[in-house]
């Protein structure tokens, strides 16, 4: 038991080590691009701390030199006194317009920062690997852009610069009590070492549970958007009443970890104030008792603004414990966040880039500045030597061996090549690696062991921006964006022409449904094209592609969305971008693959069969079955 809570414990030390890194980012993140407006905000803030003790002082010679003589004389003269009361409004007007100036700047600060951090979690989590969101719920990481950047925002504005008041508050009311009466100040020291004492181990508590909630929540986020996207399949097969348990249980575990969280944070301010109180309670005891028997110096004026200074050093402890909450949940949030910062971005070691050439009379190749629609592959050598190798499409496999995790390899020794203009299909069972030998073609993932070669030169040494540039793919799940029908197929090609585009349409044959929509290609698309049928979006998908122009396409399975009318237009237009390109063709129907080139079948990871569709049918093996059904 001893061992489990030094583990426990030593958790518990890394999460709050952890959290105070993250925090201390936070705030030089701040001073970075806010120095100035954050000079301006501690000049704000000293006035109105001077301004708490000044009014003490003011207040203390008030009542000992105006208002207790004036009670005495029978004629008074209230002109002095009103002169003093003018004093302290003055006082109390610019500690007000202080407060106002500081506050009204942390809001720009605390806005601007979430503005900072939001654009660099984008930017640097589109550098991030295939992998990185294969292995994390799209609702946890969009919990990361709102709640947890959320928290920042409310410690940055709100919660830094009431801390910061605090502390400087503190320091200002502590010396003015000093000057006034430091017996007095050593039993309000001691009230306070006493409510520090009592609030410690909540506060201890809260964050170790904060911790627990922001997490939670971004499972929480992560069930819900996948029920949402999969609402479809929920209904199909009555789901709903299992999917709502699910979530019970998730959202207990989310109550549960809120609820501790802001049970001990809730407690604190009751034990802060409370014992306060009873500071007051014993602050007027001894300070009578002083002044009635004219012990250091204490009278009634000092009382009065002692008591004043007490809840206004009592005030900046009420401050914090106020705002442990935000704080707490900040640590949390900044955690998450700066976790997500500080991921691996996908690594890119090559150097060969993809430009646009020109060949002379004598084959020699040199680069471009204008489009020619002749691609290039550029090669810096180590001694400086650049050549040039035009882009022909011709991809090689070389004894290649692939695993999502290096302990599971998913594909085996696998050996294929296709030469400029060649469809290769790819056939097999459900999990055979068809879709896999693609990704690994686009570098999504890097294999194990082998090689792959593009037009000689290993990919490995090939930017992975220029070598996706010259790979066109359409995917069997449609991607598109809040945006018009035009700009979506301009995807292919930011810099083409909305002709370009209109092109590209009528060669997927597109454009008939495309013009019958209300805009036509102003069309404007909402919530990833879900005013359009499946097909249709499809169709875009395959425009998208034409407009790329690339020399090598990836199909994969980019018809089975299609029906079957559909398709036979479809087909016509794809034989055509197809023509004189290098294309792999993931199919789902086998109809559609019988003029490839050659076809491989995949089983387990394995090419176990390649060929024509005649050899293969002739062969009576694997993709005979597959294509007649037939079990030999």
């Known amino acids: 038991m001893s061992e489990i809570n030094r583990e426990k414990g030593g958790i518990n030390q890394t999460i ?46 008030i009542i000992d030199n105006y208002i207790i003589p004036l009670t005495k004389e029978s004629n008074p003269d209230f002109t002095p006194l009103a002169i003093e ?13 202080a407060a106002y100036t500081y506050n009204r700047i942390m ?20 550098k991030l690997p295939i992998r990185y969101f294969d292995t994390h719920s799209h609702g946890d990481i969009m919990s990361i852009y709102t709640n947890d950047t959320d928290t920042l925002r409310q410690f940055i504005g709100i919660s830094f610069p009431q801390l910061v008041e605090a502390l400087i508050s503190l320091v200002a009311v502590f010396v003015t009590m000093l000057i006034l009466s430091p017996m007095m100040t050593v039993v309000s020291v001691i009230m306070i070492i006493i409510s520090v004492q009592a609030s410690g181990k909540a506060a201890s508590l809260s964050g170790k549970y904060f911790g627990i909630q922001q997490a939670t929540l971004g499972k929480v986020n992560g069930y819900i958007e996948e029920m949402i996207s999969g609402q479809k399949v929920v209904k199909v097969f009555n789901y709903e009443d299992k999917n709502i348990e699910g979530f019970k249980g998730i959202n207990e575990e989310l109550c549960v970890a809120a609820s501790k969280a802001n049970g001990y944070a809730n407690i604190l301010m009751p034990i802060v104030a409370q014992i306060g109180n009873l500071s007051y309670v014993v602050i007027a005891v001894v300070g009578g008792y002083l002044a009635i028997n004219g012990h250091f110096g204490v009278t009634i004026g000092t009382i009065a603004a002692f008591l004043s200074l007490v ?95 290096p302990e599971k390899i998913v594909l085996h020794d696998i050996n294929l090549f296709a030469n400029k203009g060649q469809k290769i299909a790819f056939v097999g069972s459900t999990g055979a690696g068809k879709t896999t030998i693609t990704n690994l073609i686009n570098r999504f993932y890097d294999i194990q062991n082998g090689k792959i070669r593009y037009d000689g030169i290993n990919i490995e040494k090939i930017k992975k921006d220029d070598l996706r540039r010259s790979l066109g793919v359409v995917l069997q799940e449609t991607n598109l964006f809040s945006d018009t029908v035009m700009e979506n197929i301009r995807y292919g090609r930011p810099n083409a022409t909305d002709e370009e585009c209109r092109a590209a349409a009528r060669l997927a044959n597109a454009d008939g449904f495309i013009e019958r929509l209300p805009d036509g290609y102003n069309t404007f698309l909402h919530e990833g094209g879900a005013n359009l049928s499946q097909g249709q979006k499809q169709l875009l998908s395959i425009a998208r592609a034409a407009l790329a122009d690339p020399p090598v396409l990836i199909l994969d399975e980019a018809t089975s969305s299609i029906d079957t009318r559909t398709e036979q237009l479809v087909q016509a237009g794809m034989d055509s971008l197809m023509d004189g390109r290098t294309t792999f063709v993931i199919a789902h129907r086998l109809s559609t693959i019988k003029n490839s080139d050659v076809i491989m079948v995949l089983e387990q990871g394995r090419i176990i069969e390649r060929g024509s569709h005649e050899s293969l049918l002739e062969q009576k093996g694997r993709y005979y079955q597959l294509y007649t059904g037939k079990v030999v």
């Open 85 to 97: 009361i003018g004093k302290l409004i003055c006082i109390f007007t610019a500690g007000v317009l």
């Open 16 to 61: 709050q080590v952890v959290a105070s890194d993250s925090m201390k980012r936070v705030i030089s993140l701040v001073l970075k691009n806010y120095k100035k407006s954050i000079f301006v905000v501690i000049i704000g803030i000293l006035i109105s701390a001077v301004v708490s003790s000044l009014s003490a002082s003011v207040m203390q010679d």
């Open 311 to 405: 809840k206004a050093f009592n005030r900046p402890f009420m401050t914090v414990s106020q705002q442990l909450n935000a704080v707490v949940m900040a640590a949390a949030g900044s955690q998450r966040v700066f976790a997500l910062m500080d991921e691996a971005v996908e690594e890119d070691e090559g150097y060969v880039t993809l430009v646009n050439a020109k060949i002379d009379g004598k084959g020699n190749i040199s680069e471009s500045k204008s489009r020619t629609g002749i691609w290039a592959w550029k090669n810096i050598h180590s001694d400086g030597e650049i050549t040039y190798t035009k882009l022909e499409g011709d991809i090689v496999f070389e004894n290649v061996d692939f695993g999502y995790v």
């Open 107 to 126: 809001v720009n600060v605390g806005q601007g920062t979430m503005r900072e951090i939001r654009r660099n979690l984008f930017a640097h989590m589109e």
